[in-house]
C-alpha cells in the first residue's frame, strides 16, 4: 500500500458488486486520519469504475455517541475559519437561514469550512431558479439572506443533529465556549 500522508493509514483497499450497475467494478477504500484538529476519522470511499457510483462516508472515532452541535456565528471569521465534519447519517440546519439537508439512503458525508457549505447551499438555491410565485420569492430571499450569512454581515445559528455522533463542528480558536453540544434523543 502507498503512504498516503503523515496523518494516514490505510486499513483496506478490495473491489465488490456495485449496488447500481451491479458489475464486479466498485472500489472500496477505507482509510483511518489522525487529525490534528478533529482526532481520528475514518474516511470510506466509494467508486465504481463502469457506471460512476460513488459514495463517501466519514466516521468520528473518537464519537461520544448521539448528539446534537449549536453554534451561533456572529461574523465573518465564524464563516471562514469554522469547519463542519458531517456524516452521511447527520441532519444539518440553520432555523434562522431557513434550510434543512437531511440524510437520505444515499447521504452524502462532508468536510468543509463553514463557508464552502453557504457557497454549496446558495448553488442548490441558484440551481432550482425559475419556481413560481411564492417559491419563488422564498428562493431569492433565501440566496440573499445566505450571501448576507456567508459575507458575516448576519449572525444565524447552525446545527447538527447525529444519532450517531460522527459529526463535528469545529469553531475557529478562542470560540469554542460558543459551541452547545447535547446528547440526542433517539427514538
Known sequence: MENISDYAEELYELTDECPVCRNKTLGIRGVVYNTPYFGRILLEVMNCSTCGFRYMNITYLDSKGPVKLTYRVTDRVDVE???IIRSAEAKIY???LGF???P???GEA???PLEGLIYRLIEYAEAMKGLEGEAEERRRMF???ATDAL???REFTIVIED???NSIIKPPPGREDRLKEEELKVP
Open 81 to 83: 475559519r469554522t469547519w
Open 94 to 96: 440553520s432555523p434562522d
Open 100 to 102: 434543512t439537508l437531511s
Open 104 to 106: 437520505g439512503s444515499a
Open 110 to 112: 462532508m468536510i468543509t
Open 143 to 145: 440566496i440573499r439572506e
Open 151 to 153: 459575507n458575516g454581515l
Open 163 to 165: 444519532p450517531t455522533g
